[in-house]
């Protein structure tokens, strides 16, 4: 077991509908306090059960339902952190099956272990503001939104538990199947981050490279290691075909 002992609690519940004619599945997320590890489950709302269930080491902050690839069948989109690479991460879902945990290394990885079966699993990089000012040593995605021409946005915050009540945050925009498209900072970011500068305690300016640099560093679990190229996770079809 994953939390044998803990106090638990729930983050947020939500129906799905795979495809416009199916009948919708309810989900809950949940966690051990002190928010990790974390979970998603479908429940059977009937009989209360879990039908089936990722689990996460660190938060769920974030949910979204979307079709990311643009087949008529949405998926479900996690965010949160990831304790094991002290980063930002978001896990792409099947409603139809999920299973296992999400990667990790050392001591994070449980003892019975399930290869996650997430379609894709990224990770963001913990900027060198969040580094200076977040009392956590790590950032988070806390918001996923739709956008225009089936895009969405990730949100990180990069100052949890500091004492700046603004969450100072960078928003990642995707395009199908994965792809960052581009890369900015909230205001509250850029302004924090140009005081750093002024006082001498952030080097790198916010130019154009600064995000592409960000841009970059986003990565792809591929089923067996990282990668810097949208990469789908090579088990999620085998998982698929052998539940």
Known sequence: EFAEKGNWGVRDFF?????????????????????????LAEVDPVTSR?????????????ILDFDVDNDGRREILIGGSNNSYNKAFLAVLD????????????????????RGTQKYYLLFEFTSLGKLMSALPYNSVFSL????????????????GSEVQLPLGVIYTFAPIMKVESVIGTDGF??????????????????????????????????????????????YPQSKQNP
């Not at 879990?50 to 974030?62: H, S």
């Not at 409603?95 to 399930?114: K, L, M, Q, R, W």
């Not at 939104?145 to 949890?160: S, V, Y």
């Open 145 to 160: 939104e739709t956008g225009k021409d089936n895009r969405f946005r990730a949100h990180t915050i990069e100052n949890l």
């Open 15 to 39: 129906t799905v509908r795979v495809t416009k004619t199916a009948k919708p599945k309810l989900f809950v997320s949940a966690w051990v306090y002190p928010f990790t590890p974390s979970k």
């Open 95 to 114: 409603p139809t099956f999920i299973d296992g945990c999400t990667p990790a290394t050392g001591e994070y990885v449980p003892v019975n272990y399930n």
């Open 190 to 235: 850029v302004n924090a981050y140009s005081r750093g500068v002024t006082e001498g305690k952030l080097r790198e300016k916010l130019t154009p490279s600064y995000w592409n640099e960000l841009k970059a560093a986003v990565l792809y679990w591929d089923g067996e290691k990282f990668v810097h190229t949208p990469t789908m996770n090579k088990y």
């Open 50 to 62: 879990e039908v089936q269930t990722y689990w996460t080491f660190g938060g769920i902050d974030a």
